[in-house]
T-cell receptor, first 111, second 115 residues
Framework: DAKTTQPNSMESNEEEPVHLPCNHS???????IHWYRQLPSQGPEYVIH???SNVNNRMASLAIAEDRKSSTLILHRATLRDAAVYYC????????????FGKGTLLTVNP | NAGVMQNPRHLVRRRGQEARLRCSPM?????VYWYRQLPEEGLKFMVY????????ESGMPKERFSAEFPKEGPSILRIQQVVRGDSAAYFC?????????????FGQGTRLTVV
């Protein structure tokens, strides 16, 4: 399975932007980059996904490096409700239904 | 449109009993996935089902665990003769189709405690 590498934890202040990095140097041409988050005591929640181009939705933005070996999830204005574990996941060929979760990044948001 | 519904939310079983975890996917979703999250560990894929078919059960323990998604009714994850090591949060997810471009919708999970 293609692997991703994320920092174990990050800290932010409320209403400031947050940039969550992810390295995926072994990504293949057809692998999609997905981000999910898991709030305390809840199930994972889809955030955003992309292939090559940067993507925006109501929750976040996804910036993908030109060589696709890394990506950054951007929360434009962090709120206390954004405190969660954020997972960067590659959907890979042959099992494009499967989400392989790593340890993720624990985001702490300070008031 | 209700989300993915899992019940019970909490389940306590004694060692050796059976645990039945139920999952109702979102309306219109025919693809169901089960994941397990052991204490202090990440989420691990267990099984992928479509109506009446098991597509991929590569993450299921070889013994005591089974899953089904009948034509009518919820998907069931069944654990026979539970042991303490089965204590975990079990999450169900559903999607309208499979594919790179598809997001999965997760339920709130069932937290199984084996005493």
């Amino acid at each position: 399975d293609a692997k991703t590498t994320q920092p174990n934890s990050m800290e932010s202040n409320e209403e400031e932007p947050v940039h969550l990095p992810c390295n995926h140097s072994t990504i293949s041409g057809t692998d999609y980059i997905h981000w999910y988050r898991q709030l305390p005591s809840q199930g994972p929640e889809y955030v955003i996904h992309g292939l090559t181009s940067n993507v925006n939705n109501r929750m976040a933005s996804l910036a993908i490096a030109e060589d696709r070996k890394s990506s950054t999830l951007i929360l434009h204005r962090a709120t206390l409700r954004d405190a969660a574990v954020y997972y960067c996941i590659l959907k890979i060929g042959g099992s494009n239904y499967k989400l392989t979760f790593g340890k993720g990044t624990l985001l702490t948001v300070n008031p | 449109n209700a989300g993915v519904m899992q019940n019970p939310r909490h389940l306590v079983r004694r060692r050796g009993q059976e645990a039945r975890l139920r999952c109702s996917p979102m309306k219109g979703h025919s693809h169901v996935y089960w994941y397990r999250q052991l204490p202090e560990e990440g989420l691990k894929f267990m099984v992928y089902l479509q109506k009446e078919n098991i597509i991929d059960e590569s993450g299921m323990p070889k013994e005591r665990f089974s899953a089904e998604f009948p034509k009518e009714g919820p998907s069931i994850l069944r654990i026979q003769q539970v042991v303490r090591g089965d204590s975990a949060a079990y999450f169900c997810a559903s999607s309208p189709q499979e594919g790179y471009n598809t997001e999965a919708f997760f339920g709130q999970g069932t937290r199984l405690t084996v005493v």
